[in-house]
């Protein structure tokens, strides 16, 4: 039997996956924050739903990575505090995020979501660390693709220049 060929949950970390791990926590946490601040500028019921998954999505990350570190003796980042709950109406107009503008940021988050965790599962050689990045993308690419289908359905996305001729190549 080779090094570390054992049950991988007895393996020691390795100091980027104690890095990773940590810091995709600390990310995690931020997403809770900042969109339970987006679902009181949506007003869109589909968005807040998605707003919702999201949040949920985030909170069993923390959960997930925040239970590995303090197995492994590493004291994950601090839990924010919770945000005060406002109304919609409330926040003033120029203030406000628009349901296109949080629709879009998702997207962002998302997608920058996907290379975080196919990062993390290329440098993991704990197989445990790697399959819950794994099992983490697929959710996040799933999720992904809702928001795609939402901003479609919705009017939200704005796609990029589309190539609808292309041009005819002149042969010498």
Request: include cysteine.
């Amino acid at each position: 039997m080779g090094i570390l060929s054992g049950n991988s949950k007895d393996e020691p970390l390795h100091y980027g996956e104690v890095y990773d791990l940590w810091q995709f926590s600390m990310a995690a946490k931020g997403c809770i924050s900042t969109y339970r601040a987006l679902n009181y500028h949506a007003g869109d019921k589909d968005l807040k739903k998605m707003l919702g998954d999201l949040i949920d999505q985030a909170e069993l990350e923390v959960s997930e990575c925040d239970s590995v570190l303090i197995n492994n003796g590493i004291a994950p980042f601090p839990a924010l505090p919770q945000r005060p709950e406002a109304k919609l109406e409330e926040i003033p107009i120029g203030a406000r995020f628009t349901d296109p503008e949080i629709a879009a940021m998702l997207a962002a988050d998302t997608s920058l979501s996907l290379v975080g965790c196919s990062q993390i599962m290329a440098k993991s050689i704990r197989e445990d660390i790697g399959m819950l990045f794994g099992k983490y993308h697929a959710t996040k690419a799933a999720l992904g693709l809702k928001i795609l289908h939402l901003s479609k359905e919705k009017g939200w996305l704005v796609p990029p220049p589309l190539q609808i001729q292309r041009p005819e190549l002149v042969e010498a």
